[in-house]
């Protein structure tokens, strides 16, 4: 039992420290399967106490909010950090959430010490420790009519290290905030939700979370909700994905970030800082970019994009300077309808009677600029039955270009697309498989020049530099491609036509053509 064995605190350790080797400790004990299932990786010492340095406030008396709080590492970070640099300081009242029973009392010790230090400090802390569900015991106060009065308890600051794991819709936490959900939830959003809506005016929210909310429609209501309650004053990001929780194991994409409440007077900048990891955090780079170079508002999405250096800003001022979208050059995106698991009975490795059956591309088929069917694959069946049943899943045989729908983020490129071309098909109907997005013409097919300007576009390094600057996840969306600015038709037809006289098209190539036809220099992007 993790409860059985307590670990002593060291003479003049300070608090911090001691979190650190009981949840040290803590984590040797859990399984790597117990902590993936309810998201909980403990903080380690020198990411709290970065962490704890974005706070800047300077108020006597603060009241602070931990929720998921573990043993309470960020806390004790946090009120050493103000103990040195917040000069009024006379007196803090924590509150400190954590669900997990079996780590209550190491909590309750650590925070016991936390008081002792602090005393000796000349600062008064009150504490209070609830061990209960933080999403469920305030998700209440997002109900409409408790807005009219607010009369729910706010906080100075709220700092969290939440958890990271995806809930279905049928869950009680999905049901609880249902209002700022789509789809498949998780539950660092709902912990940022809340958290946005208990902060004081000039109140600061510090969490460190996965970057995956920045993008996408399962997160657009949250972004919606949570950008309408705050604006972010810091965003740091790792740029390894090992690193923040290497002792864990965990390979996530994660974020450091400080919001401040919302309201007309907020000064509307933005710092931006990065570092490899957790190693290099005293030598980190930043600069600072207004708030509406990261986010547009007034767009329906609200994808937040987060450069890490002047190229990739550079990048996204000329992106966003063009001034069509798929729909305006007549063009859309789609998700692959065919689903394996369910259409198993349609899907077939090797017919007989090749002619009642159409071919069926995977995600596997496609390589840059380049579709490989059939493929030796005894996993992924190559064909597909035509008959009733499978009418709607197929596609007449036309032009498009496939995307893959996802990819690692350790990958060169996040983007890859290729040709699937009439004329290489001697079939009437293709079967796509949802791991894959095609792009056709609406009303006409894709003519050969744009076909492969925009396979051109699709693969090249600027396009995949900018989807990297606000994509956190390992989804191509279909929706996020539809608000993607492109080229204007002229440029398109160009670039198709001198992609379409090379004998290969490599990366390189590739690149040289984005280049010289959309005139990077001039723009001063060096790739």
């Not at 490795?349 to 009642?356: A, E, G, Q």
């Not at 995977?362 to 490989?372: A, D, G, I, R, Y």
């Not at 890859?416 to 001697?426: G, H, R, S, W």
């Not at 076909?451 to 390992?474: A, E, P, Q």
Request: with cysteine.
């Amino acid at each position: 039992m993790l409860n059985s064995i307590k670990l002593e605190h060291n003479i003049n350790e300070i608090p911090s420290h001691y979190a650190d080797r009981v949840g040290r400790h803590i984590s040797q004990l859990i399984s790597d399967k117990d902590k993936k299932k309810h998201g909980q990786f403990l903080t380690p010492i020198d990411i709290s106490s970065f962490i704890s340095t974005f706070s800047i406030i300077d108020k006597d008396s603060i009241k602070i909010l931990d929720p998921g709080c573990g043993v309470g590492i960020l806390s004790c970070s946090l009120i050493e950090y103000l103990s040195t640099n917040n000069k009024y300081l006379k007196s803090v009242e924590l509150i400190l959430f954590e669900i997990d029973k079996r780590i209550i009392d190491h909590l309750g010790i650590v925070i016991s010490y936390l008081k002792e230090w602090t005393n000796k400090q000349k600062i008064k802390l009150e504490y209070k420790i609830i061990n209960s569900d933080y999403v469920l015991n305030y998700a209440p106060i997002l109900e409409s009519h408790q807005n009219l009065f607010e009369n729910f308890e706010k906080f100075d600051i709220i700092i969290s290290n939440p958890p990271y794991f995806k809930l279905t819709k049928t869950e009680p936490h999905s049901n609880a905030m249902k209002s700022i959900i789509n789809g498949q939830p998780n539950m660092y959003a709902m912990f940022l939700a809340l958290s946005a809506k208990l902060l004081k005016k000039d109140g600061e929210l510090i969490f460190i979370i996965p970057r995956s909310f920045a993008s996408g429609q399962y997160f657009r209501l949250f972004r919606e909700f949570f950008f309408k309650n705050v604006t972010l004053s810091n965003v740091h990001l790792f740029n390894s994905r090992k690193e923040a929780f290497s002792r864990d194991d965990v390979l996530q994409e994660n974020i450091i970030i400080r919001a401040i409440k919302r309201n007309n007077q907020t000064e509307k900048k933005v710092k931006i800082s990065f570092s490899n990891g957790s190693k290099d955090l005293s030598n980190f780079k930043s600069f600072t970019l207004n708030e509406d170079e990261l986010i547009d508002l007034k767009t329906h999405q609200k994808i937040l994009h987060i450069p890490t250096n002047e190229t990739e800003i550079k990048i996204k001022e000329l992106i966003e300077s063009f001034k069509n979208k798929f729909i305006d050059l007549g063009i859309n995106i789609s998700t692959g309808p065919v689903i394996p698991f369910r259409h198993k009975k349609v899907i077939e490795s090797n017919p007989r009677l090749k002619s009642d059956y159409a071919p069926l591309i995977w995600m596997s088929n496609t390589e840059k600029m380049e579709l490989n069917w059939p493929i030796n694959n005894k996993n992924k069946a190559q064909y597909i039955l035509i008959n009733e049943d499978s009418k709607s899943l197929l596609l007449p045989i036309k032009n498009y270009i496939l995307l893959r729908r996802f990819s690692s983020k350790d990958d060169s490129s996040r983007l890859i697309a290729c040709p699937l071309l009439k004329n290489n098909f001697n079939f009437d109907y293709v079967g796509v498989e949802n791991h894959l997005n095609y792009i056709y013409g609406i009303d006409n097919e894709l003519n050969m020049k744009i076909l492969f300007g925009l396979l051109v576009v699709l693969n090249s390094k600027l396009y995949d530099i900018y989807f990297r600057t606000f994509n956190g996840n390992t989804q191509v969306s279909s929706t996020e491609f539809r608000g993607i600015k492109m080229p204007d038709i002229d440029k398109l037809n160009k670039i198709g036509t001198e992609a379409l006289l090379l004998k290969k098209v490599t990366q390189d190539k590739i690149d040289l053509l984005i280049d010289n036809i959309l005139d990077l220099k001039s723009n001063k992007i060096i790739l």
